[in-house]
Every structure is written in C-alpha cells, then in structure tokens.
C-alpha cells in the first residue's frame, strides 16, 4: 500500500471513530429512553396538535417521531413539552427539551446568539395577513391604519413593523403572549387583522367561528423557513436530527413510500436506493443509528410527500400547495443531501 492510500485509510477510521462517539444529547436520550420535543403549547392543526386522547400529530410532530423511530424504533418514544414562543428557546438551552420542533423561523441570530442549530428546514413559509371579509380588503397595501393581532416573541412583530414602515404605512399592534390568545383576540374583533406565519394562517383560520368569513391576502412580506433546533456544538444529535429529515426526503424522490418500502428493499437492484435502505455500504454506522434506519422511518411514518399530504397538504382540512415545500425535482426546496 502507498503511503498516501495508508494515510487516507488512517484517516477514514480515525472519522469513523469520531462518528461513533456519542455526545451529551444523545447519551441522555438513549438512557432514558425517549425523545422530549418542544411543541406549540396551544396547538396548531397540521403542524402540532393533540386529540382528547392525548394523541400528537402534525408535520412538526412527524419530525419527532421519525426522530424517535430512527433511535427506538418506536415512534412513540416521544414526549412533548407544549411551551409558548418566549420560553421555547429558553427549554431548549436549559437542556428541558432535546430538540424544539415548532414553527421556529431559522434566523442569524437564533443560529448564533441564542446558542441553537437548525439542522434543516422542514417547512419554507413566509409571513402573512389574514382579514375578515368584510373589512373589503384585497391586498396588505391596504392596511394602513388597521389594528392587528400578532404573537409576543416572534420574528412576526419585528417584520410587521418592518413592512409597514417600508410602505409609509400606520398601524395599531395588538400584542398577546400566545397564539389562542392571538385568534380569541382576532374572532371577537378586538383586531382588523391578524399576522402570522402563511401556514398558521390557514391553520388558525380552521378554528375561528366561521372560517368562510375570513381570507388569506395575497402578500408574502418575508422569509421563514421553519425548522427544528437543537443546542450548538452537539453535533451528533444534529446529525441524527438532520439525517432522520433527510431520510423522509430522499424517500419521495425515490418514490419510496410507507406502502412500498419494504417491496423495495427486497427488489430493487439499484446501487443508491440499496445504499439508501441499508443494502449495501454501512451508511448508519457513521450516524450511530441502525443500518435500516431510513427503512423504518419510511415504513412507520411516512415520507416527507405523505406526511405533508396527510398533515396540511391537499388532503387536510388545510388544504395547503406543496408550492416551495415541493421536492427540487419539482420546483420546490426541498432537497436531501446524498446518501453516500
């Protein structure tokens, strides 16, 4: 062997080695038992919302899920901490939760100052009003003077200023803590409008008294790409977190799904998808998860088209476009790095 080639091999174990190695988070979630994720304290169909029977569901509860069925194998092996925007960041860093999955914008100083991680973006969205129909509005532009509803603590507040001012607008915030208060506040008429999210648009729209009084304005005023956080440094829970998405992902652009997935493992010849499932190459071994990691993940919930379908797409009562969320081979964002 050249000195070279036995150098790169060096290398390649000592990487290996550092893979394997367990961090902080990871240690604690394993000797537990289960994943704790933050979620949003009042709900918010689609995305995290729990039933009578204390059951969660939503597109940011998948993420957990799948999160928890790559390590157990159980997707129940969750629990959840509902927490409102203001203390949600202050869990994740005091170590209350693992990771926070709940329609968290991903911004510069949430990457750096509050000491988080977004590992990916589960959901592009951008910010949005939504009116009564009888206020005779059309568009945003025609807003000014309008009092509005907004969430304490978010990136909503600041972007709302932001657009306002840029367009030599006035306007009258109304500001409360958390979302129910947010839609109690905007129902009863306390606001002409309220802002948020456009996809928390759609979901608070199906909890107002007569959601057909109501729409959605056309205006997208910023860029919120959603994800999950995790502390920084810990870079093999990211990884896990990132991987466990990713995995969900890369599913749909194979066309793998819950139905197929174990036909496919079985047939398919094609050196990636069998790379993909654990066939071939031992892929999970440098994220500390079992080979067939992405099998089980597809296989209990799902791959990213079928939660968004079954969650808030066309399928759901929000009835929301796949649009930015679409995978790349579409059009759309969504893109999981390669399984190599």
């Known amino acids: 062997m050249r000195l070279s080639s036995l150098l790169g091999a060096c290398a390649l174990v000592a990487l290996g080695a550092t893979a394997a190695q367990a961090g902080p988070t990871l ?9 704790q994720c933050g979620t949003n304290v009042s709900g918010l169909p689609g995305f995290a919302s729990v039933n009578n029977e204390n059951q969660w569901s939503g597109l940011d509860i998948d993420l957990c899920k799948a999160v928890a069925v790559a ?44 000491g988080l991680d977004f590992p990916v973006i589960n959901y592009y969205d951008g910010q949005g009003f939504m009116a009564k129909k009888a206020l005779g509005v059309q568009s945003a532009l025609e807003l000014d003077g309008a009092s509005v509803c ?57 909890k107002l008294q007569n959601p057909d ?26 990884d896990i977190v990132r991987w466990s ?8 652009e194979f066309g793998i799904t819950s139905e197929n997935v174990e036909q496919i493992a079985e047939e398919t010849q094609n050196p990636d998808i069998q790379r993909f499932l654990g066939k ?13 990691f992405a099998v089980q993940i597809v296989k209990q919930i799902g791959n990213y088209g079928e939660s968004f379908e079954r969650n808030v797409g066309m399928g759901s009562t929000l009835k929301i476009e796949r649009g930015l969320n679409a995978l790349w081979t579409d059009g759309g964002l969504q893109y999981a790095m390669p399984f190599r």
């Open 150 to 206: 907004v969430q304490a603590g978010t990136t909503t507040e600041l972007n709302l200023a932001d657009f306002f001012r840029a367009n030599n607008m006035n306007y009258q915030g109304v500001v409360f803590e958390n979302n129910d208060e947010v839609l109690a506040a905007y129902d009863s008429g306390r606001c002409d409008v309220l802002t948020t999210d456009a996809s928390g648009l759609y979901s608070t729209r199906t």
């Open 280 to 292: 071939l190459d031992e892929l999970g071994a440098g994220v500390g998860l079992p080979n067939d």
């Open 27 to 35: 240690d604690a979630v394993k000797q537990k038992g289960f994943v």
């Open 245 to 252: 998405f990713y995995a969900m992902v890369q599913a749909e």
């Open 71 to 114: 390590l157990f194998n159980d997707p129940n092996a969750v629990k959840y901490t509902p927490l409102n925007a203001k203390e949600r960041f202050t869990a994740l860093q005091s170590g209350q939760i693992d990771i926070l999955s709940r329609n968290t914008t991903n911004t510069l100083s949430r990457d750096t100052a509050l």
């Open 213 to 238: 009084d109501h729409m959605v304005l056309p205006e997208i005023i910023s860029k919120e790409p959603l994800g999950p956080a995790v502390r920084h440094g810990d870079n093999e829970w990211a």
